[in-house]
């Protein structure tokens, strides 16, 4: 046992001198000169994963999270650069430092020009035709068998939304903007099925001082329980700023046909919305079996 436990001694040291003693872990201050020294040779791509590093262990360091944004920004990614400038507003920053994050917030919105989403979703609905449960009911002392029709079943709808946008700029601050958006719920019950798609065309104004104005008008049509329900035409207004450090408020209002719509959301998610009908009318409407008549306020 004695000269096993030598020879597995005598291995280990021979491995350790073949792959070299594992290296110290470099301070931060160390990760932060080499990234450093990588930014001003214009090696962005190197330096990424070690103000990377920097942020994931000291995430309240601003230093750091400002190198980060800016190396994303230099090499391009746009989505991932504006998000740390978005958690950069929300930190202790001078003047002049929350002057230069809203610059380059405004830079990236100004160089983007497409941008989309997508979501999908399975949703389970134990009873979503809401009928009853029993097969047999009793109306007027007499029992009356249902079939399968009648009776409520569980069930599970398909929702798919997705949308996307065009924003050319025009000038300073000014962009034009067109998008489309589709909310799209299947199910194997007709009467729960609800297809609806909401196109835009406007004009889209960023401030220097970052608050955000959209309008233009908006055309929609619906389809319930695999039948026409509605065609839409009407106005929509946007508007956002800054609330503070972190926070942004957001109002929207839309006018379609003889209703309007207007709400109010902070990203804090505090939010309240409200309905107002109109005495305009514009909105053509189908009968539906299924659906009722609803009216959204644009988000």
């Not at 073949?18 to 020294?37: F, I, K, N």
């Not at 919105?109 to 979703?121: H, I, K, T």
């Not at 009908?277 to 644009?298: D, F, Q, V, Y």
């Amino acid at each position: 046992m004695t000269r096993i436990l030598s020879r597995a001694g005598v291995l280990c040291a021979f491995c350790l001198v073949l792959c070299g003693a594992p290296r110290a872990q470099q301070s931060p201050d160390e990760t932060w000169l080499a990234a450093v020294r990588l930014v001003q040779a214009g090696q962005h791509a190197q330096a990424l994963p070690l103000v990377e590093r920097l942020v994931s262990a000291q995430p309240r360091n601003k230093k750091y999270r400002f190198e980060l944004a800016l190396a994303l920004f230099r090499l391009g990614r746009d989505g991932r650069a504006k998000f740390h400038l978005e958690q950069l507003r929300g930190a202790n920053l001078t003047p002049q430092e929350r002057q230069i994050v809203t610059r380059m917030i405004g830079a990236i919105e100004a160089r983007q020009v497409w941008s989309g989403y997508f979501s999908f979703n399975l949703r389970p609905e134990s009873n979503g035709t809401k009928q009853t449960e029993d097969r047999v009911l009793v109306i007027g002392g007499l029992p009356l068998t249902l079939d399968d029709t009648a009776i409520g079943k569980a069930t599970v709808s398909t929702i798919v939304t997705t949308g996307f946008s065009y924003g050319p700029s025009i000038g300073e601050g000014l962009k034009a903007r067109f998008s489309l958006d589709a909310y799209l719920k299947y199910n194997p019950e007709v009467a729960l099925r609800d297809y609806q798609v909401t196109g835009r065309a406007g004009l889209a104004f960023t401030t220097p001082q970052g608050r955000y104005w959209d309008g233009g008008i908006l055309m929609g049509t619906r389809r319930s329980a695999d039948r026409p329900y509605s065609e839409t035409f009407g106005l929509y207004l946007n508007y956002a700023r800054r609330i503070g450090n972190a926070g942004t408020l957001r109002l929207g209002a839309s006018c379609r046909g003889p209703f309007a719509s207007a709400g109010w959301r902070i990203s804090t998610g505090l939010s309240c919305q409200s309905d107002m009908p109109m005495p305009s009318g514009a909105t053509r409407n189908c009968p539906s079996p299924a659906l009722s008549k609803t009216t959204r306020p644009i988000s």
